[in-house]
T-cell receptor, first 117, second 113 residues
């Protein structure tokens, strides 16, 4: 199994530009999560999907952020327009609800390090 | 809403000794899961151990064990026989009322040779 795949691994952009982060979850997982990690705020959940449907987007900072999951194997997180305060590491994670357990561990991707100049 | 508190920003331990990383949680949901993750300097998040709220026994995974005290709402991670490779950030997390995970601020562990 390839694990959760994220691209790009690093992104440097200028303020005002559109940024698109991509994620491929582990095959068979029905939950997908987007997190943001910064020194100041730690690891924050932005949004999560179940069977491609957004369930909770209360962590999305503002309208500049949007996320989609058009199918079970692909999700995007878009920032438009980007600002320097969006600089962070963005993680995608997935989990499945099989196995009889109410809660299963999340498998994280390697993250995308975003720098907005 | 769920909350995780990790009161130790940083910890030091001598190689080969045991260390306990503290985690307390708050939730009103009777069903929940507690998780520990390790984040080395390379940045990836590595799952270590899981404890369900109805599990009768403390979880163990190799050198990792979870000291689960439900009445105190604590879920401390114990690492036995520390190794240099254990130096990393450690995050405690809770999931309740769905798959919405809440992570604590983390504890940075440094293992000294």
């Amino acid at each position: 199994d390839a694990g959760v795949i994220q691209s790009p691994r690093h992104e440097v952009t200028e303020m005002g530009q559109e940024v698109t982060l991509r994620c491929k979850p582990i095959s068979g997982h029905d939950y997908l999560f987007w997190y943001r990690q910064t020194m100041m705020r730690g690891l924050e959940l932005l949004i999560y999907f179940n069977n491609n449907v957004p369930i909770d987007d209360s962590g999305m900072p503002e309208d500049r952020f949007s996320a989609k999951m058009p199918n079970a194997s692909f999700s995007t997180l878009k920032i438009q327009p980007s600002e320097p305060r969006d600089s962070a590491v963005y993680f995608c994670a997935s989990t499945g609800t099989s196995g009889g357990s109410s809660y299963n561990e999340q498998f994280f991707g390697p993250g995308t390090r975003l720098t907005v100049l | 809403a769920q909350k995780i508190t990790q009161t130790q920003p940083g910890m030091f331990v001598q190689e080969k000794e045991a260390v306990t990383l503290d985690c307390t949680y708050d939730t009103s949901d009777p069903s929940y899961g507690l998780f520990w993750y390790k984040q080395p300097s390379s940045g990836e998040m590595i799952f270590l151990i899981y404890q369900g709220s109805y599990d009768q026994q403390n979880a163990t995974e190799g050198r990792y064990s979870l000291n689960f005290q439900k009445a105190r709402k604590s879920a401390n991670l114990v690492i036995s026989a520390s190794q240099l490779g254990d130096s990393a950030m450690y995050f405690c997390a809770i999931a309740a009322g769905g798959q919405n995970f809440v992570f604590g601020p983390g504890t940075r562990l440094s293992v000294l040779p």
